[in-house]
């Protein structure tokens, strides 16, 4: 097998402000693994929360490289990287000690290129398949930025015309009235769609204790992350006095870390940068069965090729919020849907996704995958 990769840039159609900072473009780095005239396509995405910046990204790529041109095919590959009892892969294993962005991207490569081989779905191959007919096919929620009240309507109110159902707005803002006034506002815009809260961790514990019953009121939900991360005690004391399910996430980065919380808070939302792929996140899911902790999936902003292997597990999550690629300005693949609130899993073999009109690539490494001049 052959692994090349290619690095894009990713503009969101708007920038997007969350309670720690505001987002405009990010890099993505595909991987491409090749065998026998077939590519499989994973993506990693830069991200500083997460300690990934695009160089990082190239050098594992770089390292992991020839390791995986050792495999005699995409098969042995799959076997290989298989999870461990542990959650890791199998230590010495190719792809052993690879940031979890980074290990997801190969692993979806992989996936994409054994589904092409056999002509089979990426969901098809991840064991029972909740999804009916086709493959999964679930309603998302969209994200609304920390902004103005009166632009969060708009927008709202736009969204749940073209049929979302779940709308995810952000929270954090200094002053807590702004955050309940763009609540009330989009609720009022929107008063069919299901409202999901984000402050990404800017509150205390006290001030969770005090907002909750006023958002609740004003129709959330479910809350992300209240608290700061890094004290999952105070995360699990804000869930059991909350009127709305709390659900970790910047408290619940890996198979550990959910195993931690299940029982103990409403919900953990699981990235696929953040546990390492499609594997994990399986793995999660089954540990946190009957436990009264239920799966959301959730992701970066990332284009419909980094997107796709969660919607191919989206019949498995009580939340879905996969609209990454909807926040794009132009999304260089396509075939996960999303733009009508739904997002589906394709048909077509591997992950399902095709490059659109090719934008976005702003340099192509060379045949023996090296780094970037």
Request: net charge positive; aromatic share 4%; glycine share 12%.
């Amino acid at each position: 097998m052959k692994l090349t990769w290619h690095t894009a840039n990713l503009r969101l159609a708007q920038p997007l402000r969350i309670s720690r900072s505001v987002t405009a473009r990010r890099d993505a780095v595909w991987a491409v693994i090749e065998h026998g005239g077939l590519r499989g396509w994973g993506e990693a995405v830069s991200s500083d929360h997460l300690g990934l910046p695009t160089a990082r990204i190239l050098h594992h790529l770089a390292a992991a490289r020839a390791a995986t041109e050792r495999f005699p095919d995409p098969e042995t590959a799959w076997a290989e990287t298989a999870w461990a009892e542990s959650g890791r892969p199998r230590k010495g294993g190719a792809w052993h000690g690879l940031p979890p962005g980074v290990l997801a991207a190969l692993e979806a490569a992989v996936l994409d290129l054994v589904g092409k081989r056999a002509g089979r779905p990426a969901h098809r191959l991840l064991g029972p398949d909740p999804g009916a007919g086709q493959g999964p096919a679930v309603a998302t929620a969209r994200t609304i930025g920390i902004t103005a009240p009166a632009e969060a309507a708009d927008l709202a109110a736009r969204l749940a015309a073209a049929g979302f159902t779940v709308l995810k707005v952000k929270a954090g803002h200094p002053d807590p009235a702004e955050d309940l006034a763009r609540v009330e506002a989009v609720h009022a815009a929107a008063p069919g769609a299901g409202l999901l809260l984000d402050p990404n961790g800017a509150w205390t514990e006290r001030r969770a204790r005090d907002l909750l019953p006023r958002f609740a009121a004003l129709g959330v939900t479910a809350v992300e992350q209240p608290v700061a991360p890094g004290s999952p005690g105070s995360l699990a004391r804000v869930a059991a006095d909350s009127p709305v399910p709390v659900i970790a996430d910047e408290d619940a980065v890996s198979y550990e870390d959910a195993v931690a919380l299940a029982g103990r808070v409403h919900g953990v939302n699981v990235k696929l940068a953040k546990c390492g792929g499609v594997r994990a996140a399986l793995r999660i899911h089954a540990a946190l069965r009957g436990t009264g902790t239920d799966l959301m999936l959730g992701c970066l902003t990332a284009s419909s090729l980094g997107i796709a292997p969660a919607v191919h597990l989206a019949g498995r999550a009580r939340w879905v919020d996969l609209d990454g690629h909807l926040l794009l300005a132009d999304d260089p693949w396509t075939g996960i849907g999303g733009a009508d609130g739904t997002v589906r899993a394709s048909a077509r073999p591997g992950l399902g996704v095709r490059r659109t009109d090719g934008r976005g690539v702003l340099r192509d490494q060379g045949a023996d995958g090296g780094e970037p001049r």
